[in-house]
């Protein structure tokens, strides 16, 4: 049986990939805390990265906040796997991986000013705010 934390990863993470069914998440419980290993199918892995790593930070922050409410510290360590099932860690605990920008849409404008990026980043905070507000709600 998946804990509440594991529940929860795999939920979030299900919303954002195209292959919901290949989504797993190990649990170990270790001096540190506890340890979340994310699986994903390949092809998923950017979406659940995020461009240079902000959907990764965005899910280990709602996870703090959430190993907050249950007192106790998490990880989450995102395992990128090849085609034949070959496991390859990713980033470190509270590490963002990087990104290889190369793989990124080229159609994407490069010249992002400051104002449009702080714009975006203060969207990201109301959403986050927002997100965490619903986490109080929650009866864990």
Same mark, same amino acid.
């Given at each position: 049986?998946a804990? $509440? ?7 979030i *993470?299900?919303?954002l ?6 989504? /797993?998440?190990?649990?170990? !419980?270790?001096?540190?805390? *506890?340890?979340?290993? =994310?699986? *994903? ?7 659940? $990265? ?5 959907? @990764?930070? %965005? !899910?280990?922050?709602? #996870?703090? /906040? =959430?190993?907050?409410?249950? &007192? /106790?510290?998490?990880? =989450? ?10 496991? +390859? +860690? ?6 963002t991986? *990087?990104?290889?920008?190369s ?5 994407e ?10 714009s %975006?980043?203060?969207? #990201? @905070?109301e ?6 507000a &619903? #986490?109080?709600? =929650?009866? !864990?």
């Amino acid at each position: 049986m998946a804990t $509440i934390d594991q529940q929860f990863v795999e939920y979030i *993470v299900k919303t954002l990939v195209n292959n919901p069914e290949k989504v /797993a998440v190990e649990r170990k !419980i270790d001096e540190k805390g *506890v340890l979340l290993s =994310l699986t *994903v199918d390949p092809e998923d892995v950017g979406r659940v $990265i995020g461009k240079r790593g902000v959907t @990764a930070q %965005a !899910i280990r922050v709602l #996870l703090r /906040a =959430l190993g907050t409410k249950q &007192d /106790a510290r998490y990880n =989450l360590k995102i395992v990128n796997t090849d085609e034949e099932g070959t496991a +390859h +860690h990713g980033s470190k605990p509270e590490e963002t991986p *990087v990104v290889d920008e190369s793989t990124t849409n080229d159609t994407e404008d490069e010249d992002v000013t400051e104002e449009e990026e702080s714009s %975006a980043t203060s969207e #990201l @905070a109301e959403k986050t705010r927002a997100e965490l507000a &619903d #986490l109080d709600d =929650l009866d !864990i």
